[in-house]
C-alpha cells in the first residue's frame, strides 16, 4: 500500500511540477522556472526506481496522481505565481488608458480590485 502512495505522490509532484513549469515559461516566471526543474527531476527519478515492474494497482496510482497533479498545479498557479495585479489586469483591457493615473490614483484603483475580488470569491 505504501509503493501505491508513493507512486500516487511521485506522479502527481512530478504532473503538478510539469503544469505549473508551463505556465511559468508561458508567463516569464524564469525564477519559479527554475526552481520546479529540480521538483520535476527529483520526483522522476522515484518513478524510475518504482515503476519498472509496475501491476494493474501501480498503473492506476500513477495515473490518478497525474490527473489530480495537474488540475491542482492549473488551481494553485493561478492562486500564487500566476495571480495578476489590478494593474496589469487594466493594462490587458484597456491599453495604456491608466498610464496618466498618479501612484496614489492607482492605489486606490487597486484597492477597488481587490475589494471587488474578494466580494465575487466570497459569493460563488
Same mark, same amino acid.
Given at each position: 500500500?505504501?509503493?501505491? +502512495?508513493?507512486? *500516487?505522490?511521485?506522479?502527481?509532484?512530478? =504532473? @503538478? +511540477? !510539469?503544469? @505549473?513549469?508551463?505556465?511559468? =515559461?508561458?508567463?516569464?516566471?524564469? !525564477? #519559479?522556472? *527554475?526552481?520546479?526543474?529540480?521538483?520535476?527531476?527529483?520526483?522522476?527519478?522515484?518513478?524510475? &526506481? &518504482?515503476? %519498472? $515492474?509496475?501491476? +494493474?494497482?501501480?498503473?492506476?496510482?500513477?495515473?490518478?496522481?497525474?490527473? *489530480?497533479?495537474? =488540475?491542482?498545479?492549473? #488551481?494553485?498557479? /493561478?492562486?500564487?505565481?500566476? /495571480? &495578476?495585479? %489590478? /494593474? &496589469?489586469?487594466?493594462?490587458?483591457? #484597456?491599453?495604456?488608458? @491608466? $498610464?496618466?493615473?498618479? %501612484?496614489?490614483?492607482?492605489?486606490? !484603483?487597486? /484597492?477597488? +480590485?481587490?475589494?471587488?475580488?474578494?466580494?465575487?470569491?466570497?459569493?460563488?
Amino acid at each position: 500500500m505504501t509503493e501505491l +502512495a508513493i507512486i *500516487f505522490a511521485s506522479t502527481f509532484i512530478t =504532473v @503538478f +511540477a !510539469l503544469g @505549473f513549469q508551463s505556465q511559468n =515559461v508561458n508567463q516569464g516566471h524564469y !525564477l #519559479w522556472a *527554475f526552481i520546479t526543474s529540480f521538483v520535476i527531476g527529483a520526483s522522476s527519478l522515484v518513478l524510475y &526506481k &518504482k515503476l %519498472p $515492474d509496475a501491476g +494493474a494497482l501501480q498503473c492506476a496510482a500513477y495515473l490518478a496522481g497525474g490527473a *489530480f497533479g495537474i =488540475v491542482a498545479s492549473i #488551481w494553485v498557479h /493561478r492562486r500564487t505565481v500566476g /495571480r &495578476k495585479s %489590478p /494593474r &496589469k489586469i487594466a493594462q490587458a483591457d #484597456w491599453g495604456d488608458e @491608466f $498610464d496618466h493615473l498618479s %501612484p496614489r490614483e492607482m492605489e486606490t !484603483l487597486d /484597492r477597488y +480590485a481587490k475589494h471587488y475580488r474578494n466580494h465575487r470569491r466570497s459569493s460563488q
